[in-house]
Every structure is written in C-alpha cells, then in structure tokens.
C-alpha cells in the first residue's frame, strides 16, 4: 500500500521561499510520474509541478520559473522548492502520481503567503 506524507509546508511573507517534501512508502518512482497539486479555498485542485519517470519536468505557468520539482528516488521523496512565493500561492499542497490516484491522497501540506 502506497502512502504519501506531505511536509514543509508554512506561513511566509511575499517574496519568501520554502522546500515541501513527499516521502513514499514505497519505490513508486520508477513506476509514475509524479506531481505536486494545490488546492485553495473555494478552488478546484490543480496541477502545479510534474516530474516524469526520466527527469523531465514540467510545470503550471503561474509558477513557471519558481517552483522547481526534484526527486530524490534513494530517499523515495519528491520535493518542491517553492522561491519568490506570491499570496496567491497561498493552498494546500498535496503530491500525488500523474495521473492522480484518489487513494493516494495525503494530507496535504497548507502554504500560507501573508505579510
């Protein structure tokens, strides 16, 4: 059974940065492509960031140029380094494969930008 906690998550001013991580119970990461999703109040979920099983990235173009996917398939852990964060920014964040599995959804990590 495959289960993904999200961490790193936090209150940060305008401008600010911080580095969300996804650890996998499992090797899933040479079977999927993985993503990071954000939901925000009122919003539907989105896809934010994707990493594909070669290392090809890709990422939604209001983060475009900010938000950086890596893995780290030793340590079984997506992350999402997050820089010049907006208000809009402000969700929760949550990683998931691409496509999304429903029964892999996590707990999300909240993101608050906020001065």
């Known amino acids: 059974q495959v289960q993904l906690v999200e961490s790193g998550g936090g209150l940060v001013q305008p401008g600010g940065s911080l580095r969300l991580s996804c650890a996998a119970s499992g090797s899933i990461f040479s079977i999927y492509a993985m993503g990071w999703y954000r939901q925000a109040p009122g919003k539907q979920r989105e896809l934010v960031a994707a990493?594909?099983?070669?290392?090809?990235?890709n990422y939604a173009d209001s983060v475009k140029g900010r938000f950086t996917i890596t893995r780290d398939s030793a340590k079984n852990t997506v992350y999402l380094q997050m820089n010049s964060l907006k208000p809009e920014d402000t969700a929760v964040y949550y990683c998931?494969?691409?496509?999304?599995?429903?029964?892999?959804w996590g707990q999300g990590t909240q993101v608050t930008v906020s001065s």
């Open positions: 990493i594909t099983k070669g290392g090809s990235t």
């Open positions: 998931n494969t691409l496509p999304p599995v429903s029964r892999y």
